[in-house]
């Protein structure tokens, strides 16, 4: 989980936006002038400053995809400043700090990889699924939703991945839980990577924990200032307390008290 510990003040403009069904937004930003984004490991996150929601502090949100001159982002509603990012139309533009956090372990090939996302937790995936191609592993990808997910993110991921879908009314795929997934109850992996919500990936992390297998999960606890100073969002690991936003968001499982 090494990754860069530079971060860069961006002043991005949207080039495209879609509303995509499940309540997202998918944002795609990128640098006025042209210029090369910072890099960014898969696993690290931003935090965008949305002027319009008249709210003191960033939001934080995970790298959907990165590439040399796009960032892209998806948002789920979940209060005044990401609901605000909806008012937002292609050329406005949006301060971004990046990168924050330590991301995803990259093993070198071969490896049999297997990530899961649940709900918005996807986001961080699909870049991770790109990074471990160019290692030459293909991953299992492991998506849950309460319904059947987007088109739109399905293709992205199949380009990359082995896609298995999830869902909780059974519109798409397995009708359950990814905790319930063959690929996750039994599938034959070196290593499983995983953001979601808090009691899915306990549940994962617990199943793994007992088969044996090394797993890292993507913590999503509140942040506020992003880097380590307001202590908001504060785990208890083996360690002592530590900054989800600084020494994460990614942990591997034996390092938490779950």
């Not at 696993?43 to 949305?50: M, N, P, R, Y």
Request: net charge negative.
């Amino acid at each position: 989980m090494k990754t860069s510990e530079k971060k860069h003040q961006l002043h991005l403009i949207v080039g495209e936006r879609r509303e995509l069904p499940g309540g997202l937004l998918h944002l795609v930003l990128t640098d006025p002038d042209g210029r090369v984004l910072p890099a960014m490991a898969p696993g690290q996150f931003v935090e965008v400053a949305i002027d319009r929601a008249k709210v003191l502090l960033n939001r934080p949100f995970s790298i959907f995809n990165r590439t040399d001159n796009v960032l892209e982002l998806l948002v789920k509603p979940l209060g005044r400043g990401s609901e605000a990012l909806f008012d937002y139309e292609v050329d406005d533009d949006l301060r971004v700090i990046a990168p924050l956090g330590h991301g995803f372990s990259l093993p070198e090939a071969p490896k049999r990889v297997l990530l899961i996302g649940g709900g918005v937790g996807i986001a961080p995936l699909l870049y991770q699924a790109r990074a471990l191609n160019e290692r030459g592993i293909r991953p299992t990808v492991v998506y849950g939703e309460r319904t059947a997910p987007a088109h739109e993110i399905c293709a992205r991921f199949r380009q990359v991945a082995d896609l298995e879908i999830c869902t909780d009314d059974g519109s798409m795929g397995l009708h359950g839980f990814v905790s319930q997934h063959t690929a996750v109850t039994e599938g034959d992996f070196d290593l499983v990577q995983v953001c979601g919500p808090m009691p899915m990936m306990k549940a994962v992390a617990a199943i793994f924990r007992r088969r044996g297998i090394p797993c890292e999960v993507s913590l999503e606890n509140h942040m506020a200032c992003g880097l380590g100073a307001c202590l908001c969002c504060v785990e208890p690991t083996t360690t002592g307390n530590r900054c989800v936003c600084t020494d994460g968001p990614v942990f591997n499982i034996d390092e938490l008290t779950w």
